[in-house]
């Protein structure tokens, strides 16, 4: 399958884009079948050959999103525009709305007084429990007596 598709080129900060057509296997940064143009974001120039993007068109090449909408706003298409977003906005709106779905159980904890409190009551649990460990084994030792 064919596609058309926008890849970066330029300096840092100074980016200008190719409108290349390529197999969607392939990567974008490597060979293409042809390159149908140019757009520049920070001056808004663009030269993009009209011919050869309805030919490709034509042959079955899909236009990604941003071409799309880009082709449409030079008319060499007619159509409406297409919502475009990063991939990554989505996948965070998809946690957020099926975390919104579930209704949210908000477990609640007993308020501590204050730190020391807890240490103390350790403290006891610990006395107590060797306590009882020290009563069991007089309780054997007067058991293994008789």
Request: glycine share 6%; proline share 5%; hydrophobic share 25%.
């Amino acid at each position: 399958m064919l596609k058309i598709i926008l890849t970066r080129k330029g300096k840092k900060n100074q980016p200008f884009f190719r409108l290349i057509v390529l197999e969607k296997s392939k990567d974008p940064h490597g060979d293409f079948l042809e390159d149908l143009g140019y757009y520049n974001p920070l001056t808004k120039k663009n030269s993009l050959k009209e011919e050869r993007i309805k030919y490709w068109i034509s042959q079955g090449a899909q236009p990604s999103g941003s071409v799309q909408n880009l082709i449409i706003n030079q008319g060499i298409i007619k159509g409406e525009k297409v919502k475009v977003t990063r991939k990554k906005i989505k996948e965070e709106e998809k946690g957020k709305e099926e975390k919104s779905s579930q209704p949210e159980e908000k477990k609640t904890e007993p308020l501590k007084e204050s730190p020391l409190k807890d240490k103390e009551e350790k403290s006891e649990e610990k006395k107590e429990k060797s306590e009882v460990k020290e009563a069991k084994l007089e309780e054997e030792k007067s058991g293994v007596d008789k």
